[in-house]
């Protein structure tokens, strides 16, 4: 039977939304790859909207909502299990070693203050929403004995509270099984299959999994199959065992310190957090370790006599403004769930309700429209408009199209018409600013992007794919970087996603490169054609760089790529045309457009390339290396219309003697 909703990700918040579903009557689906992986496992389970200080407005309702939620949905999961999930409305204790000001004066042993629905900083705000209590040296140290000398006062947050994180992972799954949820392990999903704006399933390493609706909520892997700005930012945690014969009193309430947070359970304290960004590397480390226990035994100092219990790690998904992605996608039938950073076991039962609402009844909360993807693209502040080639200019300028008399057709690759033969790229420049005015000054079309560097935030490729107007623009992912035909299938992939979000529904393309080879970045042409092979099968428009191999060219053209992308000489020599018999070969065989790619340095090399009978140029590094990549972008979109034009026109035939110019009947004779 195939499921109503699969959700991907079996964590905390993939598992709140699966039983919420589940018991609202639909049949639910997840699909988890690695349940001890989730971020659940890099947590502390502290319920601390108040303590954390959220300082933006709506973050801090949802934070609100859900911390209100969590009696009543902890009991119903406690019911429905028999197990208990450790949760304690403790309230939450918050010391510090300098006083600020404002924050009472030393005089002043108890003094009531409002954690408010506005910005602002702690403790400071317009209207009472959740209260906070200052306590000042002596009355902290006396409300709770054992905290470090330096401790000069601190907040008292009495509505927080807490959960044991590891507990509540398994009630939850332990529920969604009691429900009768499908929990499916060891499923890594791959791809989404996507037709007209619907996703019509997930190709996983199990085959393909379909369902009438998808929700996203893998947590720091969302970017693996979407190019969501979501990044795993890694934590290392340990714990310590309190002995069972101690002099001094145990700690009885969580302390939330500066960088630090001591949480204690029946029998040991919980001391976390790093905040790395490190990718996915994982295991603790001895620098991670000594940061953590430095802090805690500052603020706490008797615990470095207590015996260590364990080290752990995990990762937290973390988005741009550390702000969750919630709500509808750019499919009519996938909705997002991901990115909750820090804030995942404390958002779980408010992002369970507002995803099944949104599912189920197509009712949409207001707070929702603060998390869309969406707020992560910017309209771009330079327009690049689609236009045809000029042939003709005047005192330096644009001048209107005049008719040619040799008519040319357009440039069709995979059913989409060009008027433009020159397409750029996005890498190599000084500054985004700069590759901005040479897209714009090259007329081009189309601008290939490489998708792992965009979703790496390499050097150069920050807010790339929000610099340019992709309304005007076609987009064409690359698998730059990809040195394996699997690699650069996954990246092709993700790519078609990006170009999705991005506005480009239809859009199918990807410049395929597989380059093991990282001296000379030669094309891998085994790789290469593996690669094309699949991509093909699933509904790509391929463009594969290749090394000027005619055998290999007509072989892609044979299993369907769209295109062949020969190199005119090695990546980036900037040596031009070194191939050019081959290059010959290829076009007169070709019955796809063979556009050249790599190696051009001038606009006379480009424009001998076209000469050839070229369908199309890529140029890059010739462009965004020149000192005035502008005017190169534009001295390379002539080359590619006068070399265009040269070609249709035909070259005069080449004599072995001279022939003059002007006739010599008529001359004057003495």
């Given at each position: 039977m195939i499921?109503e909703?699969v959700?991907?990700?079996?964590?905390?918040?993939?598992?709140?939304?699966a039983?919420?579903?589940?018991?609202?009557?639909?049949n639910?689906?997840v699909?988890?790859?690695?349940?001890?992986a989730?971020?659940?496992?890099a947590?502390?389970g502290?319920?601390a909207?108040?303590?954390e200080?959220?300082a933006?407005?709506?973050?801090?309702?949802?934070?609100?909502r859900?911390?209100?939620?969590y009696?009543d949905?902890t009991r119903?999961?406690?019911?429905?299990?028999g197990?208990?999930?450790?949760?304690r409305p403790?309230?939450?204790?918050?010391?510090?070693f300098?006083?600020?000001?404002?924050?009472?004066?030393?005089?002043?042993?108890?003094?009531l203050?409002?954690?408010?629905?506005?910005q602002?900083?702690?403790?400071?705000?317009?209207?009472?929403s959740?209260?906070?209590?200052w306590?000042?040296?002596?009355?902290?140290?006396?409300?709770q004995?054992?905290?470090?000398?330096?401790?000069?006062?601190?907040?008292?947050?009495?509505?927080?509270?807490?959960?044991?994180?590891?507990?509540?992972?398994?009630?939850?799954?332990?529920?969604?099984?009691?429900?009768?949820?499908?929990?499916?392990?060891?499923i890594?999903?791959?791809?989404?299959?996507?037709?007209?704006?619907?996703?019509?399933?997930?190709?996983?390493?199990?085959?393909?999994?379909?369902?009438?609706?998808?929700?996203?909520?893998?947590?720091?892997?969302?970017?693996?199959l979407?190019?969501?700005?979501?990044?795993?930012?890694?934590?290392q945690?340990?714990s310590?065992?309190?002995?069972?014969?101690?002099p001094?009193?145990p700690?009885?309430?969580?302390?939330?310190?500066?960088?630090?947070?001591i949480?204690?359970?029946?029998?040991?304290?919980?001391?976390?957090?790093t905040?790395?960004d490190?990718?996915?590397?994982?295991?603790?480390?001895?620098?991670?370790?000594?940061?953590?226990?430095?802090?805690?035994i500052?603020l706490y100092?008797?615990?470095k006599?207590?015996p260590?219990?364990?080290?752990?790690?995990g990762?937290?998904?973390?988005t741009p403004?550390e702000?969750?992605?919630?709500?509808?996608?750019h499919?009519?039938?996938l909705t997002?769930?991901t990115?909750?950073?820090?804030?995942?076991?404390?958002?779980?039962?408010?992002?369970?309700?507002?995803?099944a609402?949104?599912?189920?009844?197509?009712?949409?909360?207001?707070?929702?429209?603060?998390?869309?993807?969406?707020?992560?693209?910017?309209?771009?502040?330079?327009?690049t408009?689609?236009?045809?080639?000029s042939?003709?200019f005047?005192?330096?300028?644009?001048?209107?199209?005049?008719p040619l008399p040799?008519q040319?057709?357009?440039?069709?690759?995979?059913?989409k018409?060009?008027?433009?033969?020159?397409?750029?790229?996005t890498?190599?420049?000084?500054?985004?600013?700069?590759?901005?005015?040479?897209?714009?000054?090259?007329?081009?079309?189309?601008?290939?992007?490489a998708?792992r560097?965009?979703?790496?935030?390499a050097?150069?490729?920050?807010?790339?794919?929000e610099?340019?107007?992709w309304?005007?623009?076609?987009?064409?992912p690359?698998?730059?970087?990809?040195?394996?035909?699997?690699?650069?299938i996954?990246?092709?992939r993700l790519g078609r996603?990006?170009?999705?979000?991005?506005?480009?529904?239809?859009?199918?393309f990807?410049?395929?490169?597989v380059?093991?080879?990282?001296?000379?970045?030669?094309?891998?042409?085994?790789?290469?054609?593996?690669?094309?092979?699949?991509?093909?099968?699933e509904?790509?428009?391929?463009?594969?760089?290749?090394n000027?191999?005619?055998?290999?060219a007509?072989?892609?053209e044979?299993?369907?790529?769209a295109?062949?992308?020969?190199?005119?000489?090695?990546i980036?020599?900037?040596?031009?045309l070194?191939?050019?018999?081959?290059?010959q070969?290829?076009?007169?065989n070709a019955?796809?457009p063979?556009v050249?790619?790599a190696?051009i340095?001038?606009?006379?090399?480009?424009?001998?390339?076209?000469?050839?009978?070229?369908?199309?140029?890529l140029i890059?590094?010739?462009?965004?290396?020149?000192?005035k990549?502008?005017?190169?972008?534009?001295?390379?979109?002539?080359?590619?219309v006068?070399g265009r034009?040269?070609?249709?026109?035909?070259?005069?035939?080449?004599?072995?003697?001279?022939s003059p110019?002007?006739?010599?009947?008529?001359?004057?004779?003495?």
């Amino acid at each position: 039977m195939i499921s109503e909703t699969v959700i991907i990700g079996g964590g905390v918040i993939g598992l709140a939304i699966a039983i919420e579903l589940k018991l609202r009557g639909t049949n639910v689906t997840v699909l988890c790859r690695d349940f001890q992986a989730a971020a659940t496992h890099a947590a502390a389970g502290m319920l601390a909207p108040d303590a954390e200080n959220i300082a933006n407005k709506a973050m801090r309702s949802l934070c609100w909502r859900s911390r209100a939620l969590y009696p009543d949905w902890t009991r119903k999961l406690e019911e429905l299990t028999g197990l208990n999930t450790g949760y304690r409305p403790c309230g939450i204790l918050a010391p510090v070693f300098e006083e600020a000001e404002g924050q009472g004066g030393r005089g002043a042993a108890l003094r009531l203050r409002s954690v408010t629905g506005e910005q602002g900083s702690r403790g400071e705000g317009l209207s009472s929403s959740s209260p906070a209590y200052w306590l000042n040296k002596e009355a902290i140290h006396q409300y709770q004995p054992g905290l470090g000398a330096e401790v000069v006062g601190g907040w008292w947050y009495p509505e927080d509270a807490q959960v044991d994180n590891k507990a509540l992972a398994q009630v939850l799954r332990t529920a969604a099984e009691s429900v009768g949820v499908e929990l499916k392990d060891g499923i890594t999903v791959e791809a989404f299959l996507q037709q007209q704006g619907q996703v019509v399933g997930v190709q996983t390493n199990a085959g393909i999994i379909r369902a009438a609706h998808y929700v996203l909520a893998s947590g720091a892997w969302s970017n693996e199959l979407l190019p969501l700005p979501v990044l795993p930012r890694k934590g290392q945690m340990l714990s310590v065992r309190i002995p069972e014969v101690s002099p001094e009193l145990p700690l009885k309430r969580v302390l939330f310190g500066q960088d630090i947070y001591i949480v204690p359970r029946c029998d040991r304290l919980v001391i976390g957090a790093t905040s790395e960004d490190v990718g996915f590397m994982p295991n603790n480390t001895p620098e991670g370790i000594q940061k953590l226990l430095q802090a805690a035994i500052r603020l706490y100092p008797q615990l470095k006599h207590y015996p260590i219990q364990e080290f752990w790690w995990g990762f937290r998904p973390t988005t741009p403004d550390e702000l969750p992605i919630l709500g509808t996608s750019h499919c009519q039938n996938l909705t997002f769930a991901t990115g909750h950073y820090r804030n995942g076991i404390l958002l779980a039962p408010v992002t369970a309700a507002l995803i099944a609402d949104l599912i189920l009844e197509q009712k949409s909360d207001p707070l929702l429209a603060d998390f869309h993807y969406s707020r992560f693209q910017s309209k771009s502040s330079t327009s690049t408009p689609m236009l045809t080639h000029s042939a003709n200019f005047s005192n330096g300028h644009h001048s209107a199209i005049s008719p040619l008399p040799t008519q040319d057709s357009p440039l069709i690759i995979a059913g989409k018409t060009f008027q433009s033969r020159l397409m750029t790229g996005t890498g190599k420049y000084r500054s985004i600013e700069e590759m901005q005015q040479s897209v714009a000054a090259s007329d081009c079309q189309i601008v290939t992007v490489a998708v792992r560097r965009v979703q790496t935030k390499a050097p150069g490729h920050e807010g790339l794919a929000e610099a340019l107007d992709w309304t005007k623009i076609w987009m064409l992912p690359n698998t730059a970087g990809c040195q394996t035909a699997e690699e650069a299938i996954r990246v092709a992939r993700l790519g078609r996603e990006m170009a999705k979000l991005l506005g480009q529904e239809d859009n199918n393309f990807v410049k395929l490169e597989v380059i093991p080879d990282l001296k000379y970045l030669l094309p891998d042409p085994i790789g290469t054609l593996q690669a094309a092979e699949q991509l093909v099968k699933e509904g790509f428009a391929v463009l594969p760089y290749i090394n000027a191999d005619p055998m290999l060219a007509k072989r892609l053209e044979e299993v369907g790529c769209a295109t062949v992308m020969p190199l005119a000489s090695p990546i980036g020599s900037g040596q031009g045309l070194k191939t050019t018999a081959n290059i010959q070969i290829i076009i007169e065989n070709a019955g796809v457009p063979v556009v050249v790619d790599a190696g051009i340095g001038s606009p006379s090399e480009a424009a001998q390339a076209m000469e050839l009978g070229a369908d199309a140029l890529l140029i890059n590094s010739a462009i965004a290396l020149s000192p005035k990549p502008a005017a190169m972008a534009r001295a390379m979109n002539l080359a590619a219309v006068a070399g265009r034009l040269a070609y249709l026109a035909g070259r005069m035939p080449i004599k072995d003697y001279a022939s003059p110019s002007s006739p010599l009947t008529g001359t004057i004779t003495s």
